[in-house]
């Protein structure tokens, strides 16, 4: 009688643990190992139509599909550095309308003599 009730606690514990795995990992979405110059390209190349930083993870979305995704979930090692070193980039691209969603980040926007100038930094969670 012991085996028979240990079997069904043994298969809600794997499935308990499948469940808790399928949504630390963003609901199905597992996170693709792009490095940080394949992250920059699809910026260059005028692919990403909008992202969303949280943590150390940018979710990407895509005009135009990449390896079969529209949407890809990557790491970043710094997030503060990554948007400091594409920060006139991901102006010109909100600017010009590429770009047409930045979430999880504050935008500073204010007007000088040359133009609309912007500054990014990562919001808190």
């Given at each position: 009688?012991?085996?028979r009730r240990m079997i069904p606690t043994f298969v809600y514990v794997a499935l308990l643990f499948l469940l808790?795995?399928?949504?630390?990992?963003?609901?199905?979405?597992?996170?693709?190992?792009?490095?940080?110059?394949?992250?920059?390209?699809?910026?260059?190349?005028?692919?990403?139509?909008?992202?969303?930083?949280?943590?150390?993870?940018?979710?990407?979305?895509?005009?135009?599909?990449?390896?079969?995704?529209?949407?890809?979930?990557?790491?970043?090692?710094?997030?503060?550095?990554?948007?400091?070193?594409?920060?006139?980039?991901?102006?010109?691209?909100?600017?010009?309308?590429?770009?047409?969603?930045?979430?999880?980040?504050?935008?500073?926007?204010?007007?000088?003599?040359?133009?609309?100038?912007?500054?990014?930094?990562?919001?808190?969670?």
């Amino acid at each position: 009688m012991k085996n028979r009730r240990m079997i069904p606690t043994f298969v809600y514990v794997a499935l308990l643990f499948l469940l808790m795995n399928w949504v630390s990992n963003g609901f199905g979405m597992g996170v693709t190992k792009l490095t940080h110059t394949q992250i920059n390209d699809l910026f260059v190349k005028e692919q990403v139509k909008s992202f969303i930083i949280q943590g150390n993870k940018i979710e990407l979305t895509l005009h135009t599909p990449y390896e079969d995704e529209d949407v890809i979930l990557c790491n970043l090692g710094d997030p503060d550095l990554f948007l400091a070193q594409n920060e006139a980039l991901l102006a010109e691209q909100m600017e010009s309308g590429i770009l047409e969603g930045v979430f999880g980040v504050k935008i500073h926007r204010w007007d000088s003599p040359e133009g609309p100038r912007y500054s990014f930094s990562r919001k808190e969670m």
